[in-house]
């Protein structure tokens, strides 16, 4: 089971992180990825990192800005966004994709678990 939290209200320029807690399992079973649906539009992939390498993942658009890390010690993936932008406005989530592969060109056609409420995280002035 994952569970997405962090989410919240940000200017422009913040930051916020987001966690993703793994319960009942290892980290180093799963490749693990972050994943946004913005209002009106489809989910997208954001970041990913794979499950034993830790060889991490970014969508063109969070480049530079966003990063995840694994913490195996409280069984958590991070997101940390920075310089947040309104065009980030979206509900986060986070899952496993099933069949291991990280990429953010495409949402996993299949996940372990399910995909959970995700986290709200609003970017305004």
């Known amino acids: 089971q994952l569970q997405a939290s962090g989410g919240g209200l940000m200017q422009p320029g913040g930051s916020l992180r987001l966690s993703c807690a793994l319960s009942?399992?290892?980290?180093?079973?799963?490749?693990i990825g972050w994943f946004r649906r913005a209002p009106g539009k489809e989910r997208e992939g954001v970041s990913c990192?794979?499950?034993?390498?830790?060889?991490?993942y970014y969508a063109d658009s969070v480049k530079g800005r966003f990063t995840i890390s694994k913490d195996r010690a409280k069984n958590t993936v991070y997101l940390q966004m920075d310089i947040l932008k309104p065009e980030d406005t979206a509900t986060y989530y986070c899952?496993?994709?099933?069949?291991?592969?990280?990429?953010?060109?495409?949402?996993?056609?299949?996940?372990?678990?399910?995909w959970g409420p995700g986290t709200l995280v609003t970017v305004s002035s």
């Open positions: 009942g399992f290892s980290l180093d079973d799963f490749a």
């Open positions: 899952a496993a994709p099933y069949n291991d592969v990280c990429t953010t060109d495409r949402v996993p056609a299949r996940i372990w678990g399910s």
């Open positions: 990192i794979s499950k034993s390498e830790d060889i991490t």
